[in-house]
């Protein structure tokens, strides 16, 4: 079974850092590019970073460039979001999300974690 | 930054009938949009990517169409497992971004 679990959620405070970690389980990670991609409480999906399977191309989102960093560990399945400098308006439920190989040149989400929540208060 | 807008933000349809909702482009996406279903509590599921092509395993109730700046997905005769917020999503250019969502819900 395909599965992907977030984790290292939790309450900062603003100015403060989090790196969160996503396993994945039952594909070969490193032929995935993968994504982070937040919801804040009641709002709608914002995506915030791509890292391809060979970790040689990222991308960011201009509200979290220079302050969070992607990374993956293929060796160990896992995706990662070092935040730095957290602000209030972090605060989310972030997923990692998996890039369905099957559309050519595209990036769509065919598999997404359940989720691991930031909040960024004083 | 392409900007995805999405009407209406709430739709309220009845079991049985069909649903229609629009997704907008600032500039052209050509058929690169896809389309995600998320209920309460739920990370989001792919419906539609290219537009118009459904995912592994959903229904051919899903149906998608459009190209370049105006996208429609479309719910025929809607069950209650189908009530839920759907989002548009633009790949062709970087920052990937998400429409705002349409609710859809029990008439």
């Known amino acids: 079974e395909v599965q992907l679990v977030e984790s290292g959620g939790g309450l900062v405070q603003p100015g403060g850092s989090l790196r969160l970690s996503c396993t994945a389980s039952?594909?070969?990670?490193?032929?995935?590019?993968m994504n982070w991609v937040r919801q804040a409480p009641g709002k709608g999906l914002e995506w915030v970073s791509y890292?391809?399977?060979?970790?040689?191309?990222?991308y960011y989102a201009d509200s979290v460039k220079g302050r969070f960093t992607v990374s993956r560990d293929n060796a160990k399945n896992s995706l990662y979001l070092q935040m730095n400098s957290l602000r209030a308006e972090d605060t989310a439920l972030y997923y990692c999300?998996?890039?369905?190989?099957?559309?050519?040149?595209?990036?769509?989400?065919?598999?997404w974690g359940q989720g691991t929540l930031v909040t960024v208060s004083s | 930054e392409i900007v995805m807008t999405q009407s209406p933000a709430t739709l309220s349809v009845s079991p049985g009938e069909s649903a229609t909702l629009s997704c907008r482009a600032s500039?052209?996406?050509?058929?690169?949009l896809g389309w995600y279903q998320q209920k309460p509590g739920q990370a989001p599921r792919l419906l539609i990517y290219?537009?118009?092509t459904r995912a592994t395993g959903i229904p051919a109730r899903f149906s998608g169409s459009g190209s370049g700046t105006e996208f429609t997905l479309t719910i025929s005769s809607l069950q209650s497992e189908d009530f839920a917020v759907y989002y548009c999503?633009?790949?062709?250019?970087?920052?990937?971004?998400f429409g705002g969502g349409t609710k859809v819900e029990i008439k």
């Open positions: 999300a998996r890039v369905d190989a099957a559309v050519a040149g595209g990036v769509v989400f065919d598999c």
């Open positions: 039952g594909f070969t990670f490193s032929s995935y590019e």
């Open positions: 890292i391809s399977g060979s970790d040689n191309t990222i």
């Open positions: 500039q052209s996406v050509r058929s690169n």
């Open positions: 290219g537009a118009s």
């Open positions: 999503q633009q790949y062709t250019n970087w920052p990937l971004t």
